[in-house]
């Protein structure tokens, strides 16, 4: 049974940055396609970012040039480098495989504010 344990959430100033790690448990992390997600108050859950087991990378166009997902098969790992945080950001992010969702981590919240 695979699990999510995502780290690395904080309350930042505008403009400021942030990094996200997802660590998985299992085996065969590296052939899957893996998501971060976000969820605001009052709003439902939305991937901003995936990367593809061959790197391919995709992002949703309100975070494109500011956020980077990127992993490390060899840690299990999923990262998402944050940058130029706007308090529209502020949500719990969480990590997932897009295309075979398994069970939710706990997530990591996020909060952009002065």
């Known amino acids: 049974q695979v699990q999510f344990v995502e780290s690395g959430g904080d309350l930042v100033q505008p403009g400021g940055s942030l990094r996200l790690s997802c660590a998985a448990s299992?085996?065969?992390?590296?052939?899957?396609?893996m998501g971060w997600y976000r969820q605001a108050p009052g709003k439902q859950r939305e991937l901003v970012a995936s990367?593809?087991?061959?790197?391919?990378?995709t992002y949703i166009d309100s975070v494109k040039g500011r956020f980077t997902i990127s992993r490390d098969n060899a840690k299990n790992t999923v990262y998402l480098q944050m940058n130029s945080l706007k308090p529209d950001d502020s949500a719990v992010y969480y990590c997932n495989r897009p295309k075979i969702i398994v069970a939710w981590g706990q997530g990591t919240q996020v909060t952009v504010s002065s």
């Open positions: 299992g085996s065969r992390f590296s052939i899957y396609t």
């Open positions: 990367i593809t087991s061959s790197g391919t990378t």
